[in-house]
Structure formats: C-alpha cells, structure tokens
C-alpha cells in the first residue's frame, strides 16, 4: 500500500533530476506511468523466450489472445 509513495514517487524525482553530464536537460524527459513497468516486465519476458502463455498468465489475463494481440510481436517463438 506504501510502494507508490515510497517507492515509485522518489524513483521519478530522481529519474527526472538533472543529468550531472548534461545540466540543462533531465535524465527522463517523460513522465512513464507505473503501468509502464507492466509492458516492460512483459516485453522482456518474451524478448528472453518465455512462451506467451506463460506471460499472459503472470499478467493476469483470462484469454492469451489480449496477450497475443498486445505482444504477439514481441513473440520470437511465433515467427
């Protein structure tokens, strides 16, 4: 229940800092949104060849098609 709070709003702050290297730009221009976190999670899982049944099941959906439709591309195992 704290994770946002402790967890993901300091993690932004600092993404969004200045870059040491680079004073006049941030280090992440781009304010990613935690549900974010889940397309990457998934997006790596298959980019390491995880089947797809495997990853629509840690996501939690009900149908691998949401899945497929989603990340079919991402498939390396699919063609």
Do not use: F, M
């Not at 004073?23 to 980019?47: F, M, N, Y």
């Not at 439709?69 to 195992?77: E, S, V």
Request: charge should be positive; include cysteine; proline fraction near 6%.
């Amino acid at each position: 229940y704290s994770w946002r709070t402790n967890v993901w709003v300091p993690s932004l702050a600092k993404a969004r800092a200045l870059d040491p290297r680079d004073p006049d730009q941030a280090v992440l221009e781009k304010r990613p949104r935690i549900h974010d976190l889940r397309h990457t999670c998934a997006s790596w899982l298959l980019g390491k060849g995880v089947p797809l049944i495997t990853v629509s099941a840690h996501l939690g959906h009900e149908d691998t098609s949401v899945t497929a439709k989603t990340y079919g591309h991402l498939d390396r195992a699919a063609g």
